[in-house]
């Protein structure tokens, strides 16, 4: 009779320890992806999400951020979701910052309730940066002629096979003060009642871990497996929430059909490495 009474309790009140369910969200964000660069995305993580907040019982759910930003439209979709998930289900949520959560990384933070990151964490970098290459010269030094038709004078603003125009990098900036507006009152209203009043907070700088917590950007400093137990019991178990898995155990991104296909995907994962190492390197990473 006490082992039918022992199932039926809920496990937040049994012996054997709360169970904390913990999603780890890791790498640059960004739409689409590919087996040679997994995406952060809504819809690389949505599954998972809905997962964690289906644990029942668990009074709050643990996420693990170690993104150098990227877009700022699948960040806010995180955001959003994982916002949307709490309070339908009605739990915490606490951030846990592994190396880094700045730009889109620290939007998606700003979900958690509170964030917790280690001394030694990067964060911040609350700003809109957008890069891209020129090519112009190196079309007339290699003797090829670019050759656009359009309908609507702007419709190849910022070609990189064009010369620069200052009223398109105008144009760019005001897009990006507009997006930057959107991420700043996302911030003012996170972390209403805990933002310093620093100039430099919005200047897209970022910080260490010790210096975030001075500015209000972050709530504690610690390590997701000590701050769990210390809130819900040394007996507290945390359980990895992972995406479903394909035919033998794999998750396949993409595969492709021909040697074609294969070598462009080759060309192609070799920029995108590139690109992921320069938004990780711009935090010493």
Do not use: C
């Given at each position: 009779m006490a082992g039918f009474l022992r199932k039926l309790m809920?496990?937040?009140f049994s012996k054997e320890g709360i169970v904390i369910p913990v999603v780890r969200?890791?790498?640059?964000?960004?739409?689409?992806?590919?087996?040679?660069?997994?995406?952060l995305n809504l819809a690389s993580t949505a599954q998972v999400l809905e997962k964690a907040f289906s644990f029942k019982d668990a009074p709050a759910v643990a996420i693990s951020i170690n993104s150098p930003g990227g877009s700022p439209v699948q960040s806010r979709l995180i955001f959003t979701?994982?916002?949307?998930?709490?309070?339908?289900?009605?739990?915490?949520?606490?951030?846990?910052?592994?190396?880094?959560?700045?730009?889109?990384g620290y939007m998606i933070a700003l979900?958690?309730?509170e964030i917790i990151a280690d001394p030694t964490s990067i964060v911040g970098s609350i700003g809109v940066v957008s890069g891209g290459f020129g090519f112009p010269e190196l079309l007339k030094k290699i003797g090829v002629e670019r050759r656009v038709y359009t309908a609507g004078e702007n419709k190849v603003i910022l070609d990189p096979f064009q010369p620069e125009k200052e009223k398109d990098i105008e144009y760019l900036k005001t897009l990006q003060l507009?997006?930057?507006?959107?991420?700043?009152?996302?911030?003012?209203?996170?972390?209403?009642?805990?933002?310093?009043?620093?100039?430099?907070?919005?200047?897209?700088?970022?910080?260490?871990?010790?210096?975030?917590?001075?500015?209000?950007?972050?709530?504690g400093l610690g390590d997701m497996r000590q701050e769990l137990k210390k809130r819900y019991g040394s007996k507290t178990k945390l359980e990895l929430v992972t995406p479903a898995r394909g035919l033998f155990g794999r998750r396949i991104p993409g595969i492709s059909s021909s040697l074609e296909g294969a070598a462009s995907g080759f060309a192609a994962g070799l920029v995108e490495t590139a690109e992921d190492k320069a938004l990780w390197s711009r935090y010493g990473l």
């Amino acid at each position: 009779m006490a082992g039918f009474l022992r199932k039926l309790m809920p496990k937040r009140f049994s012996k054997e320890g709360i169970v904390i369910p913990v999603v780890r969200l890791q790498g640059a964000i960004m739409t689409g992806g590919s087996q040679f660069r997994p995406a952060l995305n809504l819809a690389s993580t949505a599954q998972v999400l809905e997962k964690a907040f289906s644990f029942k019982d668990a009074p709050a759910v643990a996420i693990s951020i170690n993104s150098p930003g990227g877009s700022p439209v699948q960040s806010r979709l995180i955001f959003t979701r994982i916002r949307e998930l709490a309070r339908e289900k009605q739990k915490k949520v606490i951030v846990f910052v592994e190396d880094v959560a700045a730009s889109g990384g620290y939007m998606i933070a700003l979900a958690g309730d509170e964030i917790i990151a280690d001394p030694t964490s990067i964060v911040g970098s609350i700003g809109v940066v957008s890069g891209g290459f020129g090519f112009p010269e190196l079309l007339k030094k290699i003797g090829v002629e670019r050759r656009v038709y359009t309908a609507g004078e702007n419709k190849v603003i910022l070609d990189p096979f064009q010369p620069e125009k200052e009223k398109d990098i105008e144009y760019l900036k005001t897009l990006q003060l507009e997006i930057h507006q959107v991420f700043i009152a996302m911030v003012r209203e996170r972390r209403a009642g805990k933002l310093k009043d620093d100039t430099t907070v919005f200047s897209g700088l970022f910080w260490t871990g010790t210096r975030g917590l001075e500015l209000g950007l972050i709530d504690g400093l610690g390590d997701m497996r000590q701050e769990l137990k210390k809130r819900y019991g040394s007996k507290t178990k945390l359980e990895l929430v992972t995406p479903a898995r394909g035919l033998f155990g794999r998750r396949i991104p993409g595969i492709s059909s021909s040697l074609e296909g294969a070598a462009s995907g080759f060309a192609a994962g070799l920029v995108e490495t590139a690109e992921d190492k320069a938004l990780w390197s711009r935090y010493g990473l």
